[in-house]
């Protein structure tokens, strides 16, 4: 079988899981054993369980694994590993995979060590299944490797917006196997003991946001971020940044976009005096349309864009949100 | 007291035009120059203020050729007082040999009594991105590990990391020794002095030969994704191309008309 972990958030499983689950979808169905199988780890409310059910019928997933237990209440790598290495131990499994996130790719690497073999991280294709070969970015992205994974059993992750969630052709009835791992103590010690209230909602709204506003060096100063901060919020969307601005202190760090930040596919990306280097370029690349402003016509961002407006944020900004203004004062 | 290892990789720039060498099995980077990932440079920096607040040690350590000594140094310039180069041929080794061989020299130094409390890695490495040399080497050294970590400290001779996860800021209490993943975020890296400079120069680099078989890292090669020439179209210049901004704006759906 195939094995995707599977993660949730308050309404069900996460758009990037979803993803995985498509891609596994394609692996499975050009391997031998096509069954796609899913595993959920930790508490989840009675609502979510059911709409991620729904969610994994739509995916093609035969068997959904969810390992609970007051062992799992809180979030532990090694205890998530140990229980994806049983599911996976338990019957003959080719791939096992998450996506590309924090803890995706966390749980993942526990996954290849406790089984000794190797793992592909940030996959965008499978080349060939026998044995696998995938493609996987490198270098920011700008870079795929072709890596082959010699072995019986496959761990690897997605990366995030690779591809687009798809439901399956032939929807299925998920089993659901509720389990509670072996664990040991050693698989306990780092876990998570308390969490702070941070701007972390902040992230989830940039990563989520149908549109972003990008904002580069062109910004000038943390003052210059006003206008696009206004056009963010005319637009309802989220303010994204380049390293640059946060390593100058302009704006926080988790507003940035990029090889080191946070990874965006958003339906529209106003990428805003940022000139497009491989660090920035590999968070904002999966857009769907491109806007980009800057002075520069040849910056790589605006030969990469779908549009671009040549000149000054700052004039070009202010003259956007006083349109958009306009127009909702006086709608056509 | 609290010795740290923390552990760099000499890596390609990634800001300019990047070039495969001719069998396209590595990045040709000797018209960019070398660095490191902006994770360890965050590394770098936590270790230091770790070992300074507790009266401890800060190593670097970097595995490849003679080169990596270049890096070694720009660590010991900001503060890491001493270093050491575990040779060998970087490009033969997959995530799993380099914790291997890591894991040989840190069980190496705690025979000779100068075990390490806390080892730090980057997150993943900016060339490779393999996520997982960091877990690895903690199997390897039967040690509790953390990645994506922002800050770290050690309070009452515990590691005190956070992290950002999906509900706010994970915190963590490890016992020590561990191994933790620093992630880009929370640690802001110091520039190097003049005297750091200096000093960096004369520092001994303890220079040890890997003797772990690689296994390798399954590359099979490298290839450049193909650039589509540019279909951008030009809305217009300055403040006047605001309406055809928003006409965009209302053709893709993002405003309504």
């Known amino acids: 079988m195939t094995l995707v972990l599977v993660e949730t958030d308050a309404t069900g499983a996460t758009e990037t899981s979803l993803e995985t689950l498509t891609f596994a979808r394609g692996v499975a169905a050009r391997s031998d054993s096509a069954a796609l199988e899913a595993i959920m780890v930790g508490p989840l409310s009675p609502d979510v369980s059911d709409h991620v059910l729904d969610q994994m019928r739509e995916q093609g997933v035969a068997v959904v694994h969810h390992a609970e237990g007051g062992q799992l209440s809180a979030y532990a790598a090694a205890a998530w590993a140990a229980a994806v290495v049983e599911t996976a131990t338990s019957s003959s499994t080719r791939v096992v995979m998450a996506a590309g996130t924090p803890r995706g790719s966390e749980v993942m690497a526990h996954v290849a060590t406790r089984l000794q073999v190797p793992m592909a991280a940030n996959v965008v294709a499978a080349d060939e299944t026998q044995p696998l070969v995938v493609s996987r970015q490198v270098m920011g992205g700008s870079v795929l490797e072709e890596m082959r994974l010699d072995g019986d059993l496959a761990v690897l992750t997605v990366a995030g917006h690779s591809t687009s969630a798809r439901p399956a052709e032939e929807p299925t009835e998920p089993k659901l196997v509720t389990f509670e791992p072996a664990l040991t103590d050693a698989d306990l010690v780092a876990r998570v003991v308390s969490i702070e209230e941070s701007e972390k909602a902040d992230t989830a709204g940039l990563t989520n946001a149908r549109v972003v506003v990008g904002g580069g060096r062109g910004a000038g100063s943390a003052e210059g971020f006003a206008d696009l901060l206004e056009l963010a919020d005319l637009l309802g969307g989220a303010l994204g940044v380049s390293r640059v601005v946060t390593s100058l202190g302009w704006r926080p760090h988790h507003e940035q976009v990029g090889q080191t930040g946070s990874r965006i596919a958003p339906d529209l990306y106003v990428a805003c005096g940022i000139s497009g280097a491989i660090q920035h370029w590999a968070g904002c690349q999966s857009a769907k349309t491109i806007l980009a402003i800057n002075t520069d016509p040849d910056a790589p961002m605006v030969t990469k864009a779908h549009y671009a407006v040549i000149g000054d944020l700052h004039e070009i900004v202010p003259a956007i949100n006083e349109e958009l203004r306009r127009r909702q004062a006086h709608p056509a | ?257």
């Open chain 2, 1 to 257: 007291m609290t010795n740290v290892l923390v552990c760099i990789k000499r890596v390609p720039e990634t800001s300019g035009q990047i070039l495969l060498a001719a069998d396209a099995m590595s990045v040709d980077a000797r018209h960019v120059g070398y660095t490191v990932s902006a994770h360890e440079e965050c590394a770098v920096e936590a270790a230091i203020q770790i070992a300074s607040a507790t009266g401890g040690e800060a190593t670097v350590l970097s595995l490849g050729s003679g080169d990596s000594v270049e890096q070694i140094r720009d660590a010991v310039a900001v503060g890491c007082t001493s270093a050491i180069l575990v040779e060998a041929d970087g490009e033969r080794f997959g995530p799993g040999d380099v914790a291997s061989a890591i894991a040989e020299v840190v069980t190496t130094h705690e025979a000779a009594d100068s075990a390490f409390d806390l080892i730090l890695v980057g997150n993943d490495a900016a060339d490779t991105g393999d996520f997982q040399v960091g877990v690895r080497l903690a199997y390897a050294l039967g040690r509790p590990v953390l990645t994506g970590i922002s800050t770290v400290e050690v309070v009452d001779g515990a590691a005190v990391a956070r992290g950002d996860g999906p509900d706010g800021t994970e915190v963590f209490r490890l016992p020590l020794p561990a191994v933790i993943a620093i992630q880009e975020g929370g640690i802001t890296p110091r520039y190097p002095s003049i005297p750091g400079r200096m000093k960096a120069k004369r520092t001994a680099v303890e220079t040890v030969a890997a003797s772990v078989q690689p296994a390798g890292s399954g590359r099979v090669g490298l290839k450049l994704p193909p650039t589509p020439p540019s279909a951008v179209e030009i809305l217009g210049e300055g403040a006047a191309a605001a309406p055809a901004v928003v006409d965009l704006l209302v053709t893709l759906g993002v405003v309504s008309s």
